[in-house]
């Protein structure tokens, strides 16, 4: 009987022991490679080259088109009106549905689509697929305008291209008209 009692109490310790110790807080484990910042920091600053290198692209661009005035959009890209719509008319906002016809060359005027390529394109303003450079162009203009926006890289098809034509890191240049805007 004394021999029971004291199994039991020593069984009874062995699993409170081993729940005790078994609920600890497991330790999440290191990662195999770390970065280092100095590796973040070396990617920061060639991208920063690589921006610097495409606006400095950009400036003597359009210095050397001296007869276009273009003007810096807050969003990182260049614009020059080709027509101007004067009415006080609304801009797209988001949700609005535009239509638009539109190319796209490099700076050196190499077509990569052209306007009969890409063909007249309805585009819900902010919640479909398009250059981000051009998705805030387009907010900027007024039904019966056709705007020529110089697009960094970096605000059109950034490190991987369209896998077709345009390339890595590439600037572009569209000529856009909006057609229509279609109010939600």
Not at 9 to 24: A, D, E
Not at 44 to 70: C, G, M, P
Not at 88 to 103: A, C, F, H, L, R
Not at 145 to 156: G, K
């Amino acid at each position: 009987m004394i021999y029971r009692t004291l199994m039991k109490r020593n069984i009874f310790l062995l699993l409170s022991f081993l729940i005790f110790f078994s609920c600890k807080e497991k330790e999440a484990r290191r990662p195999v490679t770390q970065r280092t910042a100095t590796l973040l920091s070396e990617t920061l600053d060639q991208k920063k080259k690589l921006v610097a290198l495409e606006n400095a692209a950009i400036s003597n661009y359009i210095a050397q088109d001296s007869l276009t005035d273009y003007k810096v959009a807050s969003n990182g890209f260049w614009y020059t009106y080709i027509t101007q719509n004067q009415l006080e008319v609304d801009t797209p906002k988001k949700g609005d549905e535009v239509e638009i016809s539109y190319n796209i060359t490099d700076l050196n005027g190499t077509v990569f689509y052209s306007k009969e390529a890409l063909g007249i394109k309805k585009y819900v303003v902010d919640k479909e697929d398009l250059i981000t450079g051009l998705q805030d162009g387009i907010k900027l203009m007024k039904p019966g305008e056709t705007i020529t926006f110089v697009i960094p890289s970096y605000r059109a098809f950034g490190l991987i291209g369209d896998q077709n034509k345009i390339g890595v890191n590439q600037t572009i240049k569209s000529t856009v008209t909006l057609i229509s805007i279609k109010q939600k």
